[in-house]
């Protein structure tokens, strides 16, 4: 079993989606699909090999007229691999896996992939930082939620949502349910989800979905998607935070790695001496303090001067008590 | 001169560039020096191809004096926000594997051959790709591929006298349904749908996420429902490597270990029997936790750093070493399982000044973080947090996160006192607070 297969290549993805067409394609249409699934350069290789007529084309057409009419059946299925059933069968036995499976649905699967060793189990990998106050999957009130909410998710289905606060008050209002954001480090889900205000404006929220009481789906739909996109960023600080790191033991390393989930910007300003601008939402923003107090002095903040600020006072705080250090 | 070519036959070649433009994305062309500068323009030709909506280009420093260079020099980085993403875009650097006109034509000949089920013997398959499809293709290269697809798990094979008759295998419709068709659940969705959904989920959050990712392929959909936070995008690019060592430990066997670090080029081997795979989900580091037989030590390597996996023997004592590390792990903070004093346990009291009326979330935090840590209240808003771990110098990131709120820190370990106490002195200095 290896990973870095032709049968997953993207080309082959373009063919497949090619060839199961229903009706007869025009070169524009082959064009179009290259485009769309394949990479910047494809269509050079690409085109040639599927509509030319010559030695080196791959057969998988016949051109009638001006359109290509694929030479294997529509219906056409790619079975599924080894590393693809393997893979499946370790889903099964993950905790959250019944948030999406009903008993019998699971049982229907570890049926057809009996004969099949996981790819992994649960226990191969050891979160050894992970927040230990997880969500509790298993309970059944929370995934009913999980599933109204999927479900609210994909119909675009307003629901009537009560959730308890960080500041522990009752909340009840009327939402349009956009993404469920799983985060590893807290193994938790959160509902992203937009908040019906006056004149059919929205404000964004991040609800953790073991506060909800309940949810009371609607009988109204969003006629379009909203794009979430634009209301997370709107969360955003203008001013990015940046650093200046020298590269002493293994900082620049360290940082690289540990910052690389967020969008970042490094350039090299001497030597040994990095500039790092590191882009973050407001609502993350004492989270990203406290990673890059864990840093000491081999990180230090140069703006913006808010995040500056909050960093300066954390240290006179601790200065005033400093002085206590016993071995 | 060679024509340029966007897929590519081997992954480890295009590994570290990815890497690198993701993780650092400030280095320049002089800094690939291991390679040529041809080679490093195809792979930036390359990963531009593949990412381009991903790729930024910045013009370094005038003189860039680490680097060696003379005037500005183009810099190309990968710039994701993992927040705002419904998939891997580093998955597509897996699906770039070269192959020939032949491998593409008898993929899907083939798999149209046998779509309904039917097994075929390879003097069959070969008479029915002229039929159908008007081509010749010789039958030792229909046998090759056949094989190939038997061991990828694509195809099946059984007897039929001494002919070995060809068949698919399972199908994603065939899995999700039983011989009564669709197991609807509570909500009226078919298995199919809900497995649908687990895999949107699962190629962003779990090991080998790539795979989900061919798995939606097939399907031709996408996900739109989930999000992830706190994923380390870059962790793909070991999942080769992971594959391997996941292999020696189904089998319970020792492996040889090629490591490479960024300070030294210097190829490291390490021998030893793989454990456990250790993760971080904070630092963006992950390890695979070994037992190194000649010293009887736990021993964790970076993923990131190894290169190449070669199986050993089988280690008779996995069961009782893999036990031995359950037992073990518990007291290391991190991945050490040795402090630099060489003495087995070291010892931490953690003084803080907590508002009770106010900062209960600190209290939470030493809960959900401390690793089971002793929480005692001592006074009034005032608290300690007391443990004992392998190396305490792995606390000390995390100890800095409480900055603001310390009260006293006190070790058995002095020069980590000492070390922890100078660093926030120079931390005062560099943001001048009197």
Redesign the interface.
Known sequence: ?????????????I???L?THTSPLTREDIANTINTLG????IL?LLP?LIEDSD?S???FTMEDTVYQP???A???????????S??K??LL?S??RL???E??LH??EG??KEC?P??YP???????????GDSFEHPAYRENF?IL??A??KQQYVNLSFQSHHNHRIHHWFLPC????????NRF?L?ALEVRKHSRYRFFTINLSRITEIIPLEQYAKY?PDI?RY??RGYHKEPVTLLIRNER?AL??T???F?????????????L?QCEI?Y?KSNETELL??V?????MV?VIGNAGF?KQ?????????E??G???? | MSE?Q??IKN?SKCRDYVRDF?????KSRADFSAKSGRTYDDERRRI???L?EYV?A?Y??ES????GNKGRSK?I?L??????LETNPLY?V??????T?N???L???L??IL?DGDPLSITELADEITA????VLDSQMIRRKCNEYV?????QTQKSGKTTLYS???????????TAGS?L???E?S?SD??L??LR??Q?????G???S??L??Q?TVN???????????HTLE??IV?EL?QA??KKCSVLAFCQS??NTDMRREFGVPL??????????RYI?MYRTTTKRFLCLRLDQIKKVEQKEQFPEYNQIYEKLLKN?GQ?W??SFQGSNQSREQRLVL?L?IDEAKESYIL?RL???GKGGCISHIGNNTYTYETEVFDIQEM???L??F??????????N?QF??R??S??E???Q??E?D
Not at chain 1, 127 to 132: K, L, N
Not at chain 1, 179 to 186: A, Q, R, T, V
Not at chain 2, 79 to 84: A, G, P, T, V
Not at chain 2, 168 to 178: K, P, V
Request: hydrophobic content about 40%; glycine content about 4%.
């Open positions: 079993m290896t990973l870095f297969s032709e049968i997953n290549n993207c080309y082959y993805q063919v497949y989606d060839i990479y910047e350069e494809s290789y090999k080196t791959w057969n998988l030479k294997v059946h219906a056409l299925t790619i079975p599924l691999s080894e590393l693809q059933k893979w499946l370790a889903l993950d959250r896996i999406f499976l009903s019998e649905q229907l699967l057809h992939l060793e790819l992994f226990q191969d990998f050891y979160y050894y930082d992970a927040f230990t106050d599933r999927l479900s998710i994909k993404k469920l954001e799983y985060s590893i480090k807290n959160r992203l998607t996109n997370i960023k293994n390393e360290r690289m790695l540990q690389a989930n967020y969008e970042k910007n490094t350039t090299r300003i001497g030597e040994n990095y882009y939402n406290i990673e107090l864990s840093f000491g002095p230090k500056l960093l300066r006072e954390r240290l006179k705080r601790q200065k008590m400093e206590n250090f016993i071995d | 340029f966007e897929l992954f993701f993780v650092y994305g400030f531009e191809s593949w381009g930024k910045d370094g420093a860039d004096a680490a680097s810099n980085s710039q994701m926000d993992s927040n705002l597509r897996w699906k770039t594997k070269s192959f006109d491998d593409i034509m993929h899907f000949f798999l149209d779509d159908r499809y008007e081509v061991k990828e798990g694509l195809l698919r295998n399972i199908t994603w419709q065939e899995l999700t349904t039983d197991v659940d509570a909500f969705c298995c809900n497995l959904d687990a989920f699962y962003l959050s779990a090991p080998f790539i795979i989900g061919t798995l392929d097939n031709k739109a429902h989930f999000r992830i936070k706190h994923s380390f995008f870059v999942d080769e594959l996941l430990m189904r960024n300070k456990q795979f250790f993760v971080s989900t904070r630092t963006g580091r936790c792990r290391a991190g991945v003084t000044h939470e809960r959900r973080e000390a990131p995390w800095r996160t900055i603001g709120r310390i009260v006293s820190v006190e070790t058995t002095r006192s000492s922890f106490q660093d926030l120079a931390l005062y560099m943001y607070i």
